[in-house]
């Protein structure tokens, strides 16, 4: 009798995509108009206001003292040396051991909107729907260098590893998206030509599943690499290797219970299912002159504007967790020039999202947060910049249950510190997943024999005075 030749792994692929992978394309072209998944919360524990948030983070470090804090006693002492009372053994990045000189605001302040809210005359976009913003002046950070700075605005801890705030938000409530990814990331350079990295852990899953990772759409170009199909293969083609690859997972999976090969198989169709809903998510040609108008950006040129008309998009489409990043805020020279340049890339965006979301019904539902990683010294950095600091930023947060037209906090004359209702990055966090329905002090994951939670364990409070 002839012995059998043996058959190869590639041979036994092909020819079983003919047999699982019939079978399975049916289940995967199914699966791709499915309901949404759902988080590890089913049933949330507080009224949810926020159904979504889009996060914008101002890459760099936003000076403070040209944007939404006007001082006009730092004024007055530009030049003078800053009092020592302010400085003495505190904590600086650059200015170490150097003279420190006030350093005063390098743009004029106007009051704009019903509730006559102070800040930059370069910002009169977003002085046009300042009565739906509530203006944090007291936000505070742990961390003076941009890496962990980020890390712990992201993830709430300085230690790599930890999972970023999409990722949380995704594992505990899932997403209302069937066929694009519940956490998507954007970013953004302009014209000041800063392009520090962004590295892509600050928005990892950490020790949560790999699934809930964020997935990076490109701004430019293809939004996803390797997206499209290879030429000559068709859909039903792809999809029948995508279905016989995640029949053979699924079977693994079955042995070794492997959470991560469920993270595989999630993704191989989450993957085929993009190759239909991205191409469609990212043609705007729909949109209309008037809408393009009003974010005053162009299709495909890459801006902080168009990623804001993109954000709107996927918040429509189910997205629960959309975060921008707008780089190049980082000052250490020439805060004048820069900050100007900055505010005109990001004045009328920002107004454009609030207005067109409030349009569509959807700004009650979606929680917008604008922020950088630390704000800047009152004191000047090489004549005209400013150094890092963390005792002093402003934030501001709009829809979802957040009071309109208010400011919460403040810092000193000077702006060095935060003085009165200090917040912290902790008390952002908690105040954000309260107003998705989540009690932060309740929702954890045992990592490393500790509950580790976004809210951190040092006593984070939600910001009730911000909330309508």
């Not at 072209?29 to 507080?46: D, F, I, K, N, S």
């Not at 936003?62 to 009092?83: Q, R, V």
């Amino acid at each position: 009798m002839q012995t059998p030749s043996p058959l190869h792994r590639r041979a036994f692929l092909g020819r079983t995509s003919q047999g699982l992978g019939a079978v399975a394309l049916a289940s995967l072209l199914e699966h791709t108009q499915a309901a949404p998944t759902r988080g590890v919360l089913g049933t949330l524990p507080l009224p949810q206001k926020a159904k979504r948030v889009i996060w914008l983070t101002m890459a760099g470090g936003p000076s403070h003292l040209e944007t939404f804090d006007p001082k006009p006693k730092l004024a007055e002492m530009d030049g003078k040396p800053m009092p020592e009372s302010f400085t003495k053994g505190q904590q600086l990045a650059q200015l170490q051991g150097k003279p420190l000189n006030c350093f005063g605001p390098q743009h004029p302040f106007a009051k704009f909107g019903k509730s006559q809210i102070e800040i930059c005359s370069l910002l009169p976009q977003i002085g046009s729907v300042i009565d739906d913003i509530c203006l944090i002046r007291s936000m505070t950070t742990d961390a003076i260098n941009h890496d962990p700075a980020h890390m712990f605005m992201n993830t709430g801890s300085q230690i790599a590893g930890r999972p970023s705030m999409g990722s949380w938000i995704t594992y505990g409530l899932g997403t209302e998206a069937s066929d694009l990814p519940g956490f998507v990331v954007l970013t953004s350079l302009g014209k000041g030509g800063q392009n520090q990295p962004i590295a892509a852990r600050q928005w990892s899953s950490g020790f949560l599943p790999s699934k809930y990772q964020g997935v990076q759409l490109r701004a430019q170009g293809d939004p996803v690499l390797y997206l499209t199909n290879p030429g000559g293969i068709s859909r039903d083609q792809q999809g029948r290797d995508v279905a016989a690859i995640n029949a053979l997972n699924k079977q693994r999976s079955s042995l070794v219970d492997d959470p991560e090969i469920a993270t595989r198989i999630a993704q191989y169709e989450m993957a085929f299912q993009m190759q239909a809903s991205v191409p469609d998510l990212m043609d705007v040609s729909a949109e209309g002159a008037k809408t393009l108008e009003l974010y005053g950006c162009q299709p495909g040129d890459g801006s902080f504007a168009s990623n804001c008309l993109l954000a709107r998009r996927l918040a429509e489409r189910g997205t629960r967790f959309i975060q921008l990043y707008h780089k190049d805020w980082d000052h250490h020279g020439g805060v004048k020039e820069g900050v100007a340049l900055k505010a005109q890339e990001i004045d009328r965006a920002c107004m454009a999202l609030i207005t067109d979301l409030k349009q569509r019904g959807m700004l009650e539902e979606t929680l917008i947060v604008w922020a950088g990683e630390f704000g800047r010294t009152p004191m000047s950095q090489g004549g005209s910049g400013r150094d890092h600091h963390n005792k002093a930023m402003s934030v501001w947060l709009a829809g979802a249950g957040i009071q309109g037209g208010i400011v919460h906090g403040s810092t000193d004359d000077l702006g060095y510190a935060a003085i009165d209702k200090v917040t912290t990055v902790h008390d952002l966090h908690a105040t954000m997943l309260h107003q998705l329905g989540i009690q932060h002090d309740a929702f954890s994951f045992k990592f490393q024999g500790l509950d580790a939670r976004l809210s951190g364990v040092e006593g984070a409070k939600v910001i009730k005075d911000i909330l309508a």
